[in-house]
Nanobody, 121 residues
Framework: QVKLMESGGGLVQPGGSLTLSCAAS????????LGWYRQAPGNERVLVAA???????NYADSVKGRFTISRDDAKDTVYLQMNSLKPEDTAVYYC???????????????WGQGTQVTVSS
């Protein structure tokens, strides 16, 4: 069983900063791509940022230069540093992981339960 647990969401004023964390727990052999998605009310869930193991991160155009994704493989944790937040960043943010639970099992996709980020004055 694998579980992803997000933390760090909340209410912040425009121009402010937040850092989201997502820790994976359970039986994990290797974590490949880690990412953050977001879903605003009435909209589809969209990719915010993703980072492959040992690779280069990629970002949605709307967050480039403001958000930074990073990972700590020793802690099975991925972070999203969000700066210069705007009201349009308001959404539920979901952690996503493509990982293998065992070397002989295929890769699987796992999701966290989501954390609310609200940017408002």
């Amino acid at each position: 069983q694998v579980k992803l647990m997000e933390s760090g969401g909340g209410l912040v004023q425009p121009g402010g900063s937040l850092t989201l964390s997502c820790a994976a727990s359970g039986s994990i052999f290797s974590m490949y791509v880690l990412g953050w998605y977001r879903q605003a009310p009435g909209n589809e869930r969209v990719l915010v940022a993703a980072i492959p193991r040992g690779g280069t991160a990629n970002y949605a155009d709307s967050v480039k230069g403001r958000f930074t994704i990073s990972r700590d493989d020793a802690k099975d944790t991925v972070y999203l540093q969000m700066n210069s937040l705007k009201p349009e960043d308001t959404a539920v943010y979901y952690c996503n992981a493509r990982l293998q639970r065992r070397p002989y099992l295929p890769e699987g996709i796992y999701w966290g339960q989501g954390t609310q980020v609200t940017v408002s004055s």
